[in-house]
Nanobody
Framework: QVQVMESGGGWVQPGGSLRLSCERSRTIYPIYGMGWYRQRPGEEREMVAT???????TYADAVKGRFTISRDGAWNTMFLQMNDLKPEDTAVYYC?????????WGRGTQVTVSS
């Protein structure tokens, strides 16, 4: 079983920045990709940014130009640099790792943007 854990959430004022980290447990199997998702109260979970083999990145339109997804060389840790945060970015942010066709989710980290 692959363990995935997020960190780095917190409170920030509008216009501020946060950097989220996602660390996964080691596995002998190759990883297909990882991604960040978020869920606002009363809403469905949505994709924020993903990165997969070949360093192919995708972003939700709402975060393009403000958020940047990256990873370490071994695919053990993934990051989400969030700049120019807005109140509508407030959500629980989840990390997902895709390994051998299975999704492994973290428990989430809260990001709150307010003045």
């Amino acid at each position: 079983q692959v363990q995935v854990m997020e960190s780095g959430g917190g409170w920030v004022q509008p216009g501020g920045s946060l950097r989220l980290s996602c660390e996964r447990s080691r596995t002998i199997y190759p990883i297909y990709g990882m991604g960040w998702y978020r869920q606002r109260p009363g809403e469905e979970r949505e994709m924020v940014a993903t990165i997969r083999q070949g360093d192919i990145r995708t972003y939700a339109d709402a975060v393009k130009g403000r958020f940047t997804i990256s990873r370490d060389g071994a695919w053990n840790t993934m990051f989400l640099q969030m700049n120019d945060l807005k109140p509508e970015d407030t959500a629980v942010y989840y990390c997902k790792a895709v390994i051998r066709g299975s999704d492994f989710w973290g428990r989430g980290t809260q990001v709150t943007v307010s003045s």
